[in-house]
């Protein structure tokens, strides 16, 4: 089993559509949540991070962390077509240095 | 501006060869790593390095090297013992005490022909 779970795609939406996008984790010990965007043929960049359980927001983007259930989200609002990308969670222990990666899920936004 | 400088962007290999990929950043981080990225999987670390002069092993080292003889600088050498090369690879930086925010390059295509 993979330490971190993640649907690789790709989830096709129409433009102005909320986005939920979503990733498992087997350890608790995770304590560093980080989401990533990543477009065709590009290195990653950082969208948001959050530490421990709650809920982040950062214009049209919100980050959730549910610790319980071992699960966090990435909802995208008014979704545009420039937001268009592939999409990594990523995760890091308490006192840790090796970050652990999802997959990545393929989004299109659709004009 | 600040950033990280990953060359070239893309490069091919001959079977039996070693190719070097150079990683140089200005951020004055002193933490480096390298990532291998394959279709429908989640990046691998290869290497990383906290300071100069030290690196260690990450989840799949086997057949690649790296030196770090400069803070700016973290080349990443894919030997002939690496068996299956054809990757995108990329390189990234991060303050030492946190990489909760990692800086990335712009990427390697590999391609062995």
């Known amino acids: 089993q993979k330490e971190v779970e993640q649907d690789p795609g790709p989830l096709s939406v129409p433009e102005g559509a909320i986005v939920s996008l979503n990733c498992t984790y087997s350890?608790?010990?995770?304590?560093?949540f980080m989401w990533y965007r990543q477009y065709s043929r590009k290195g990653p960049e950082l969208l948001m991070y959050?530490?421990?359980?709650g809920n982040k927001e950062d214009g049209r983007f919100t980050a959730q962390v549910d610790k319980s259930s071992k699960y966090i989200s990435l909802f995208i609002r008014d979704s545009q077509p420039s937001d268009s990308a592939t999409y990594l969670c990523?995760?890091?222990?308490?006192?840790?240095?090796?970050?652990?990666f999802g997959a990545g899920t393929r989004l299109f936004v659709k004009a | 501006d600040g950033g990280i400088t990953q060359s070239p962007k893309y490069l091919f290999r001959k079977e039996g060869q070693n190719v070097t990929l150079s990683c140089e950043q200005n951020?004055?981080?002193?933490?480096m790593y390298w990532y291998r990225q394959d279709p429908g999987q989640g990046l691998r670390l290869i290497y990383y390095?906290?300071?100069?002069?030290?690196?260690q092993k990450g989840d799949i080292a086997e057949g690649y090297s790296v030196s770090r003889e400069k803070k700016e600088s973290f080349p990443l050498t894919v030997t002939s013992a690496q068996k299956n090369p054809t990757a995108f690879y990329l390189c990234?930086?991060?303050?030492?005490?946190?990489?909760?925010?990692?800086?990335f390059g712009q990427g390697t295509r590999l391609t062995v022909v």
């Open positions: 350890n608790s010990a995770f304590q560093y």
């Open positions: 959050t530490y421990s359980s």
């Open positions: 390095s906290q300071i100069v002069n030290d690196f």
């Open positions: 951020l004055n981080h002193d933490a």
């Open positions: 990234a930086s991060s303050i030492r005490e946190s990489n909760t925010e990692a800086f």
């Open positions: 990523a995760m890091v222990y308490t006192g840790g240095f090796k970050t652990i």
